[in-house]
């Protein structure tokens, strides 16, 4: 393999932003023909950064590209796609409104401005391409209506209709269930077998494992190693990724239980466009036990925390914590009573970006007792308080002053932690806790999780990640519009039950 | 009401019609591409005014029309300056050139005709009607045109590759600029295109319809666009439609207050607010709650 001319080679890429980051130093990658490169590395490890360049988005500092050979320059990312390069990001670039037709067909509609638009034609075309990669979406919806796996293939097709060969996903399944993610990688292989390349940038091992052929590690802007993925094991490219042995498994000491701290009963929620969101749940949680939820997302989670957390209005049904009803309290009484909140998103929700991280350390507790002088704050106990929470948290941040927005995504996220658990809470709710943080991060937030479990806490954990839910979960609910489709004890489970699950399947009734 | 009466009320609706249909359409193309422009009450001012002295100097009033269209243009090259190349703010430029236009117009019909608040524009420089009875009502050429500017605006945003990239340019400009569409100059071709049909709504106001020019000659017909604009849900069709509607309820107020049996018994007051209530109602109950385009009034710039 290695003697052939490599159909995309990046060489040496550095690039430097304006604030001075370092993001790369001097990458090379190199990519064959009709293979998969799986690029993996930790959030902020630079693989983004690295595509974003190729894909003409970004201009790098340094370092040239070389095309089958031949030296290239993108200036736009539609001059990519018009040399075959196409890249389906993270967060996907459709017009909402618009139906699957016209997001793909936008910007090549055929002959004439001003004629009328040959849809059939352009239909016709379309299914000739699903047709051969053997999967269907609905061509005539709004794209904001569809699921996420749907829009996902809306983007894949979008770039195929303009002819690429050189396909790059980035972070494609962190939005996907375990039955689309499945999906996906059957198309993968489809396009593989018609000779695309395909460039997966991903930083779940198993994932890269199962799907690529080599695989490029890359660390702190630097490329650690590439290998082939039939002689790499998990172990290793966990190991080159994070750059020391990594706990994958959490330790996690039996525990019995202790009474309920938390309590709903047939709780019933609105979402935003008047549909029941939560159907009718009930469940409850203990001291020193970690409730997980999982399912795919948009299934009345963020409805049912928004409830719980007096954020949302509880239609029917009731909420107790510690035995007392707190059905429609307000955020401010709730915390006072010793519950906490980790949001699900971060930026708009857990924190205020353009504030510092010692305003942002207070929120929420900014009018207890122990900040205030008098009618003022105390800026000195208000930094004391900060400082005290980037130590113990390891929070890497240039300074208490220094805006939240300057903090990478995981820094950003035990700050958040930080903050909720120095409200010394009984009950808190972890709302995708680890989401978008990098590996190191993730570790610790998890073993956090499970310490205030330790402490006899009562921990409500939501999340997306389902391994998340598996590892850290004394009990787990599969939630599916709106109920609950069977709690369950990890341990007790198959991954294929809770795939079911997931899918609206009902699971054996537990006693 | 007898026949004769029906015809002078449906002939003045439609006439009434073109200044705010026009405007609207041309404020639905431009935000729909995502710029919005609260200057339209400005532009009806200077067009007017400018259309009336480019058709007296040709004495024809099509080269009014045309003036006043030019005389859009250039208000609307300046704010797409200012908000999609410069990325400015949408709302203030709008402002400013309203309060202009407000005060410049009272002042240029002085300096120009030497007259104080009012100038009649002559019969050689008006637009001649299509059709007219022995009553004096008549139909306006401009009638046609603006059901067909209506049509044809559709056609173009919902039908065209140039609809659907101003569309997705006021939707999502990044996933439009990712496909490689000019989203500026979609942008400024649609801000142009709004500015220039307010230029021959503001025209038609002087030459054609009043043939005068006045201080106050917009009569905040630039804000009701707006406002049907809105209702409409961002739709040219319909926004015709509105402002017919607001047309015939301008006519009926009209009527009612020139009738002696009926001004007597309900204050004029209260009939002079008719088209404004009836119009808002009867849109916006057709068209419930609308969602405006997504990226309406940011500026785009790339990361």
């Known amino acids: ?511 | 009401m007898n026949e004769a009466m029906v015809i002078s009320l449906l002939l003045g609706s439609l006439a009434a019609m073109v200044p705010i249909a026009l405007t609207s359409v041309g404020a639905v193309i431009s935000e729909r591409a995502g710029v919005v422009n609260i200057g339209y009450e400005g532009i009806l001012m200077f067009s007017a005014f400018f259309g009336a002295i480019f058709a007296e100097l040709a004495g024809n009033g099509w080269v009014g029309i045309l003036g006043g269209a030019f005389v859009g243009l250039l208000f609307g090259a300046l704010h797409g300056v200012l908000t999609v190349y410069l990325k400015g703010d949408h709302v203030i430029p709008g402002i400013g050139l309203n309060l202009l236009g407000a005060g410049a117009v009272a002042f240029g019909i002085r300096a120009y005709w030497g007259t104080a608040g009012q100038h009649t524009v002559p019969s050689d420089a008006q637009i001649s009607p299509l059709w007219m009875d022995a009553f004096g009502n008549s139909l306006s050429p401009m009638v046609p045109i603006t059901i067909a500017v209506a049509i044809v605006a559709w056609w173009v945003l919902f039908k065209t590759p140039f609809g659907l990239r101003i569309r997705a340019v006021g939707e999502n400009p990044e996933a439009a600029d990712a496909l490689g569409i000019n989203v500026e100059l979609y942008r400024f071709t649609a801000v142009l295109i709004a500015s220039a049909l307010a230029g021959v709504a503001g025209a038609y106001l002087s030459v054609d319809w009043l043939g005068t020019v006045t201080k106050q000659i917009a009569a905040g017909r630039g804000f009701i666009a707006l406002a049907n604009m809105v209702f409409s849900g961002w739709n040219p069709l319909i926004a015709l439609g509105g402002a017919f509607l607001f047309g015939f309820f301008d006519n009926l107020a009209i009527y009612i207050q020139n009738n002696p049996w009926l001004a007597g018994t309900i204050p004029w007051q209260f009939i002079a607010t008719l088209p404004y209530v009836v119009t808002l109602i009867v849109v916006a109950g057709i068209i419930g709650r609308a969602r405006p385009p997504k990226w309406d009034g940011r500026p785009y710039k790339r990361e």
């Not at chain 1, 001003?114 to 609905?138: C, G, H, T, W, Y």
């Not at chain 1, 460039?199 to 690529?212: A, D, R, W, Y």
């Not at chain 1, 709302?431 to 990098?438: K, L, N």
Request: no cysteine; net charge neutral; glycine share 10%.
């Open chain 1, 1 to 511: 393999m290695e003697e052939q001319t490599p159909v995309l080679e990046m060489r040496d890429i550095v690039k430097v932003y304006p604030d001075g980051t370092k993001a790369l130093k001097g990458v090379t990658i190199k990519v064959y023909e009709g293979e998969i490169l799986g690029l993996l590395g930790e959030n902020g490890a630079g693989k983004t950064t690295l595509m974003k360049i190729l894909f003409g988005m970004l201009k790098p500092t340094r370092g040239k590209i070389f095309l089958r050979g031949k030296e290239v320059r993108f200036k736009s990312p539609a001059d990519a796609i018009a040399n075959g390069i196409g890249m389906v990001h993270q967060h996907f670039t459709l017009v909402e409104v618009f139906n699957a037709l016209e997001n793909i067909i936008l910007g090549m509609e055929g002959h004439g401005l001003l004629s009328k638009i040959d849809v059939e034609n352009a239909r016709k075309k379309l299914q000739k391409l699903m047709d051969e990669l053997n999967f269907q979406v609905p061509l005539d919806v709004p794209v904001e209506n569809l699921p996420v796996g749907v829009q996902q293939r809306i983007e894949i097709l979008k770039m195929l209709y303009r002819d690429v060969d050189i396909l790059i996903l980035d972070e494609p399944t962190a939005v996907l269930t375990p039955i689309e993610v499945r999906e996906l990688f059957a198309v993968l292989r489809k396009l593989k077998e018609q000779g695309k390349t395909i460039i997966f940038i991903s930083h779940k091992l198993n994932e890269v494992m199962e799907i690529t052929d080599r695989v490029t590690v890359i660390r702190k802007g630097e490329v650690v190693g590439t290998v082939k993925t039939s002689e790499a094991t998990p172990q290793l490219l966990a190991r080159m990724m994070v750059g020391r042995d990594v706990v994958l498994r959490i330790e996690k000491p039996p525990k019995e239980p202790g009474e309920v701290i938390f309590r709903v009963e047939d709780l019933w929620v609105k979402g935003d466009r008047g549909e029941d969101a939560v159907r009718g749940l009930t469940f409850e949680v203990r001291a020193g036990e970690i409730f997980g939820i999982a399912g795919v997302e948009g299934n009345g989670q963020s409805e049912l925390i928004e409830a719980i957390a007096g954020l949302r209005k509880v239609e029917k049904g009731k909420v107790y914590l510690k035995g007392v009803d707190i059905t429609g309290k307000r955020p401010r009484e709730l915390y006072d009573m010793g519950m906490a909140h980790i949001p699900e998103d971060r930026t708009h929700m857990g924190l205020i970006l353009e504030m510092s991280v010692m305003e942002n350390s207070i929120l929420g507790m900014h009018w207890r007792k122990e900040f205030s002088k008098g009618f003022l704050l105390d800026w000195n106990k208000v930094e004391e308080h900060a400082k005290r929470l980037i130590e113990e948290f390891e929070v890497s941040a240039p300074g208490t002053k220094a805006p939240v927005k300057s903090l990478s995504g995981g820094n950003q996220q035990k700050l958040i932690v930080a903050r909720e658990v120095s409200k010394r809470p009984d009950f808190i709710i972890a709302a995708q806790p680890t989401r978008g943080v990098d590996v190191a991060s993730t570790e610790y937030i998890r073993n956090y999780l499970v310490k205030l479990r330790n402490e006899n806490k009562a921990v409500l954990l939501v999340s997306a990640d389902l391994d998340e839910v598996l590892q850290l979960s004394d009990r787990m609910a599969i939630m599916y519009e709106g109920q609950f489709m069977g709690i369950v004890k990890p341990d007790e489970v198959t991954e294929e039950q809770i795939g079911l699950m997931m899918g609206g399947v009902k699971g054996e009734p537990q006693k």
